[in-house]
């Protein structure tokens, strides 16, 4: 594909391409790449139905080792509609006005899942909306799902819109990307979503709450479908791994979230509040919703000025703050040392209150750090910000060491 491709006269190959990735992607079968040459595209692409294997994936994406080509204006960049075994890479969105890339089901909420194993990396999208809720990378009934290494800004308005925003989406890991400058969050993953990892990210300003885990979701778009004889919740096992997260209104939110974890993660500078319990989702219309319960709040590094923070953790009613761990955690009030105390719904295992965490300028613990193998073992934890294994003990925050 090139910006002055044909797609009436052109087959698709080098000498003769196409100009747009829906030509493309009509032409394309198992194990085909789209190579976009460098250059700027109009947005919109809508692509249904795309289909790799597991063996032979297809690729919609830059010229490796060139220079990534643009994606600009239109609703949407890219609109990926059951689509399956596909890899998105090596591309830059901007100035959408809807959503920078959207992949979702087609609306199917019922019987098996329609979109499922694919790939974003290498991506940066940015300038999308402004308006209102107005997501980065939107995501929608998909499951088997990994983002790395790519980068989101400035996405949504007027305290909405994500990074990422998932709805139903299931085994699905975002990792090692960047966020800044979002309005409503970073990621956020409601709806039924379960077992997602968010982990060694770095989040700067990244709105109310910057990781917003379960939220608030019209019941006809659940995945799977809300259950009338069983506990139906926002979200189950959402797990927040060594991620930086710098201002922001909120780090972390658990809103309607049953069993998610936050551990191992480097906060900094929260602007109102460290963490959030919230119920937005409640039983009704024969359906029983649980209780946002059972969170864990684990080996965190928690460095923030008092004279910012309104109150620790805000819980909300309808929710379950009792059912909550929080453990080994390092507390320190920066402009003033003395008031690192926090006060929390439950009494906290193993905290440190009141030291200097000694961070660098990359937020890595110095040696001789408070932080260096004062933390408990986490189950499943994959290792550090860096891919480094913790040690045992390990250290609080998203790095092992420096």
Known sequence: V?????????????ARPFATIGRAARAAGPGTAIRLRPGVYAGGAFVENLRGTADAPIWIGGVPGDVRPVIEGGGEALHLVRSAYVVVHDLEV?????????????????????????????????????????????????ADVEVRDSAFRACGGGGSGSGIDIVGGHRIRIARSRFEAMSGNAVQAKGGSADVEVWANVMRDAGGRAVNMGGSTGFAYFRPPLDAAAVNAEARDIRVVANVIVGGDAPVAYVGCVGCLVAHNTLVDPGRWVARI????????????????GGRFVNNVVSFQRARLSTFVNVGGG???????????????????????PSLPVPEVGGIVGRD?????????APGSPARAAGVAVAGVRGDADGRCYADPPSIGAFEGP
């Not at 919230?278 to 319960?293: C, I, K």
């Not at 965490?357 to 613990?365: K, V, Y």
Request: aromatic share 8%; glycine share 12%; charged share 20%.
């Open 94 to 142: 901007r100035r959408t006005t809807a959503n920078g890339i959207n992949a979702d089901d087609g609306g199917v909420t019922t019987g098996p899942v329609e979109a499922y194993h694919l790939v974003f990396r290498g991506i940066e999208v940015a300038e999308v909306g402004g308006s209102g809720n107005q997501d980065c990378l939107k995501l929608s009934g998909v």
């Open 278 to 293: 919230l119920q937005e989702t409640t039983s009704r219309d024969g359906f029983t919703f649980a209780p946002a319960s």
């Open 2 to 14: 090139a910006p002055r491709g044909d797609d009436r006269s052109g087959d698709g190959s080098p």
């Open 319 to 341: 929710t379950a703050p009792e059912t909550f761990t929080f453990a080994h955690n390092l507390w320190y009030a920066s402009d003033a040392p003395a008031r690192s105390q």
């Open 357 to 365: 965490p000694r961070l660098d300028a990359a937020f890595r613990p």
